[in-house]
């Protein structure tokens, strides 16, 4: 068996850095055997300057949008940008669409990424997948705000979901899933991780608490008649938090609108709040309170969310976001977020997500960070 031996100026092993002059050995196809003192580590232990990490997670993705990269305009807003993507999927031809996810998944790999939670409302990222080149978790995204079509809209993700043969149905959001589709998606989960695009806007609480607002020119473009619909009395993540067991793991997306109250409300549930930035800059030009996340203690995970809302699918793209608007945020915790945490999140942190031994990570090397800083970096995967 031969070895790989690196060193970097920095060794972060997915919960924080390593002493310094470590180097982490792994097989040649990248299972870690051990992290070890440079004076022990013998000879051919290979030099990188810069910081060495495990691959990095991404949370939330919608491979299967991949076409859609410049398609909906800039700063337009939640209920602008739905409308836009409703309206856009699925006018290219098939062989554009698989095209733009292969790039896609290239992008992500080249990027560091080792593993996805991938959003599907269809089976167009099942032949890409099938090669095998990342850890895909399939998250088949149901959608139906109307009570009488629930069966229906369930039925059609189970068949998706049996295209793909693993993976789990999951509510799009609060606003476009009615209870009785909320309840299906809850029985069939059986303890595996959900995730939800979670109060994205503003308006998304004022539809739910009251049924009123911005969302009702979504609805009237879409041609539903949602006058039924009252609101439900309280914000949008109490909503539908209501419809699961405490302990159920969920995966909230964007957390643009979440304040102090909501956190508050959502204790004692099995949360992790995953945060799309540049996503959310794109869209509607705002971030969540990060910092009021952190101060409350939640689970963090990081996404890229889709090419329709985002210019590229790069998680360190998104840390350096992160950091810019929150200067606070220290390079080993924003690591942790992608690294770690994620795999947490999805359930793969037997393989990924660290340097502990007999995992896979990945390993990635990131290039350009002055002071601790990540502004000016650039990743480059070794493994
Ligand atoms: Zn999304």
Redesign the pocket.
């Known amino acids: 068996m031969t070895y790989r031996k690196f060193k970097a100026d920095f060794l972060f092993t997915g919960e924080g850095f390593a002493r310094e002059d470590s180097v982490l050995v792994t097989t040649d196809d990248g299972r870690v055997q051990d992290v070890i003192p440079a004076a022990a580590a013998g000879e051919d232990v290979a030099y990188y300057p810069g910081v060495l990490s495990p691959g990095f997670v991404n949370c939330?993705?919608?491979l299967e949008l991949s076409h859609m990269r410049g398609v909906v305009p800039e700063a337009t807003g939640l209920v602008e940008f739905l409308s836009t993507v409703i309206r856009g999927r699925g006018v290219e031809n098939p062989e554009a669409i698989a095209g733009a996810i292969a790039a896609g998944e290239e992008e992500m790999l080249v990027g560091g990424i080792v593993a996805v939670g991938d959003?599907c409302n269809t089976a167009d990222t099942l032949e890409q997948k099938r090669k095998g080149r990342l850890h895909y978790y399939n998250f088949i995204e149901t959608i139906g705000f109307i009570e009488g079509g629930a069966q229906l809209r369930f039925d059609h993700s189970r068949r998706v979901l049996a295209d793909f043969g693993d993976g789990v149905i999951v509510p799009h959001a609060p606003y476009s899933v009615s209870p009785a589709l909320f309840r299906m998606i809850a029985e069939q989960a059986g303890g595996r991780v959900l995730t939800i695009?979670n109060q994205e806007s503003e308006a998304e609480n004022a539809f739910l608490l009251v049924g009123k607002g911005e969302f009702l020119r979504l609805y009237a473009a879409l041609g539903l008649d949602v006058s039924f619909f009252e609101g439900t009395g309280v914000r949008s993540l109490e909503s539908w938090l209501a419809y699961f067991d405490p302990a159920q793991p969920v995966i909230a997306?964007?957390n643009v609108a979440t304040r102090e109250e909501d956190l508050r409300m959502a204790r004692g549930y099995n949360l992790r709040y995953c945060l799309?930035p540049n996503?959310n800059l794109y869209i509607g030009r705002q971030l969540p309170d990060v910092e009021l996340l952190v101060r409350s203690g939640c689970f963090i995970v990081v996404?890229t969310?889709?090419l329709a809302?985002n210019h590229g699918l790069s998680i360190l793209e998104e840390l350096k976001t992160l950091q810019l608007a929150f200067p606070g945020l220290e390079t080993s915790i924003l690591l942790q977020w992608a690294t770690l945490n994620g795999a947490l999140a999805l359930g793969m942190e037997q393989q990924l997500g660290s340097f502990a031994p007999g995992k896979r990570p990945g390993v990635v090397l990131i290039e350009g960070v002055e002071g601790g800083r990540l502004g000016g970096a650039s990743v480059k995967r070794l493994i």
């Open positions: 939330h993705c919608h959003i695009h997306v964007h799309c996503a996404g969310d889709s809302s």
